[in-house]
């Protein structure tokens, strides 16, 4: 068979054309395999976790202020009685008997204040009736305060201390010592239910000559 140079080298050509063209096209798909062996898609970066709201702890408040209350307490003992006056060197029964007095007349914790300032005295003021009756009044004036009713429709209060201090008021009109609403609750805020009703009675007899400041935690004044 005669064979065509020309035809035999297009054929050969061919043939080499596509075994070079199939291995490229096989190595190809083998680099690609290979190269897509291990690799992980690439992910998007995760969120950063919520921040979790941390709870703001209470501002502390401020605590409510103690409770005031006169009925607790305890008087200290009353001081003896001491030398009497005829003999010059004391007073007699007079510091026992204004420390039986306060215990009397006063609130248990106004009165344990009264007491512990007349025994804190030395002996020459024990017997100066000034310096313990301001004994007295300084634990009054240290007592707890009561409410005051409220007035309803122009009515004037008819709470306990505005009863008796109307009254005392009445009663001292137009003397000089005559006290005030104010002055008047301040000091019976202090006094026991006895005490209250003794410093009415004293200022019964004595608004002109001592006033309300003279009658306080005073039982039988004369």
Do not use: W
């Not at 026992?96 to 804190?120: I, W």
């Amino acid at each position: 068979m005669i064979i065509d140079r020309t035809s035999f080298f297009l054929a050969l050509g061919s043939l080499v054309a596509g075994g070079a063209g199939g291995y490229y096209v096989g190595d190809h798909g083998l680099l690609n395999e290979s190269h897509a062996v291990g690799v992980t898609e690439r992910q998007p970066p995760l969120a950063p976790p919520a921040a979790t709201p941390v709870a703001m702890s209470a501002s502390p408040t401020t605590p409510p202020p103690p409770v005031c209350d006169d009925t607790v307490g305890t008087a200290g003992t009353c001081p003896a009685p001491g030398y009497s006056s005829d003999e010059g060197e004391g007073c007699g029964a007079l510091p026992t008997k204004r420390c039986q007095d306060f215990k009397q007349a006063m609130k248990p914790r106004v009165a344990e204040g009264a007491v512990a300032c007349l025994n804190a005295l030395p002996p020459a003021q024990r017997c100066d009736l000034n310096r313990m009756n301001l004994c007295g009044h300084t634990a009054l004036m240290n007592a707890c305060p009561e409410p005051e009713g409220a007035a309803v429709a122009g009515v004037v209060p008819t709470d306990e201390l505005t009863t008796r201090c109307t009254s005392i008021a009445q009663g001292c009109s137009g003397t000089a010592f005559s006290p005030s609403m104010r002055e008047c609750r301040a000091t019976l805020a202090g006094l026991s239910t006895f005490g209250r009703e003794q410093i009415a009675s004293c200022m019964r007899t004595h608004c002109a000559d001592k006033g309300l400041v003279g009658c306080e935690a005073v039982i039988d004044a004369k």
